[in-house]
Nanobody
Framework: QVQLVESGGGLVQPGGSLRLSCAAS????????MGWYRQGPGKQRELVAH???????NYADSVKGRFTISRDNAKNTVYLQMNSLKPEDTAVYYC???????????????WGKGTLITVSS
């Protein structure tokens, strides 16, 4: 019903930047919150950043001041601009969208398949 496709991952040196994108498509009535999560090697999945449909944001303490989340509501797309990347940012990054699909009145969580970011020299 809903597909989330992430793009923009890859290998980057410490101190570098990357921009992730995630587009939601399918039988979508509306998209509420959208967010980015990550799961590093041997770690649990954690919230990186979240943005509401109205543009309110929140970030994990570890990325505040370095990462910026934004969205284009017309395109059902969320972005994550990542600057000053550190080796500890290495993880698979997943997109999440709280989506109301056609025929329903409540939102459900949908996830992308993930994109790997490796920060290494």
């Amino acid at each position: 019903q809903v597909q989330l496709v992430e793009s923009g991952g890859g290998l980057v040196q410490p101190g570098g930047s990357l921009r992730l994108s995630c587009a939601a498509s399918g039988s979508i009535t509306s998209v509420n919150g959208m967010g980015w999560y990550r799961q590093g090697p041997g770690k649990q999945r954690e919230l990186v950043a979240h943005i509401t449909s109205g543009g309110s944001t929140n970030y994990a303490d570890s990325v505040k001041g370095r990462f910026t989340i934004s969205r284009d509501n017309a395109k059902n797309t969320v972005y994550l601009q990542m600057n000053s990347l550190k080796p500890e940012d290495t993880a698979v990054y997943y997109c999440n969208a709280e989506t109301v699909v056609a025929g329903r009145t409540f939102s459900m969580d949908y996830w992308g398949k993930g994109t790997l970011i490796t920060v290494s020299s």
